[in-house]
């Protein structure tokens, strides 16, 4: 018994030192995991943050380029019909769309559904303004269809998209 006695007097040391020592190195090793997840976030975001920031700007400058004042300004010419005149418009907005389409990857899909809105919201009121117009009709007339009409729109999808944006990186950064 009294053997029984000394075995319990020295494993029950061991074990209780044991389970501290386990403890101990759990705790150490959790600090350092929390340490190295912290840091690589940290990493992380001064890498995407500024990338996330320069998507924001080339998606504005894509909206702000496709309002049709701008647009029109950019490409207006004379020298066009109404016909060849709507299709380098439209030319003109798919492909400032696809350029910046990898932006998206950046965006929330909020602001996302409201850029690809504003460039189908531009195309539709030049197609539009164009089917309003005599197949002989000249570019100049065309642009002036579209200002006209644009003006008279209640939602100017461009400029509540570019809004959003904005409202976006200030909640976000």
């Known amino acids: 018994m009294e053997m029984v006695y000394d075995l319990l007097k020295m494993t029950i ?28 976030r940290r990493k992380n975001q001064e890498v995407v943050v500024p990338i996330r920031l320069q998507a924001y700007e080339r998606v504005t400058l894509l909206l702000e380029r496709i309002t049709p004042p701008n647009l029109l300004s950019r490409l207006g010419n004379a020298d066009y019909n109404a016909e060849e005149f709507q299709q380098i418009l439209v030319h003109e907005i798919r492909n400032e769309f696809n350029h910046n389409l990898s932006q998206q990857v ?11 809105t504003a460039v189908e919201q531009t195309i539709s009121l030049i197609n539009s303004s164009a089917n309003m117009l005599d197949k002989e009709a000249r570019g100049v007339e065309l642009a002036r269809a579209i200002l006209e009409k644009g003006v008279g729109e209640e939602m100017d999808m461009p400029k509540q998209a570019i809004r959003y944006i904005k409202e976006e990186i200030q909640d976000v950064f």
Not at 29 to 38: A, G, S
């Open 13 to 40: 040391p061991a074990v209780l030192m044991l389970y501290l020592s386990y403890l101990l190195v759990r705790s150490f090793l959790r600090k350092q995991l929390d340490e190295i997840t912290f840091s690589a």
């Open 106 to 116: 950046y965006m929330s899909d909020s602001a996302w559904t409201y850029v690809t």
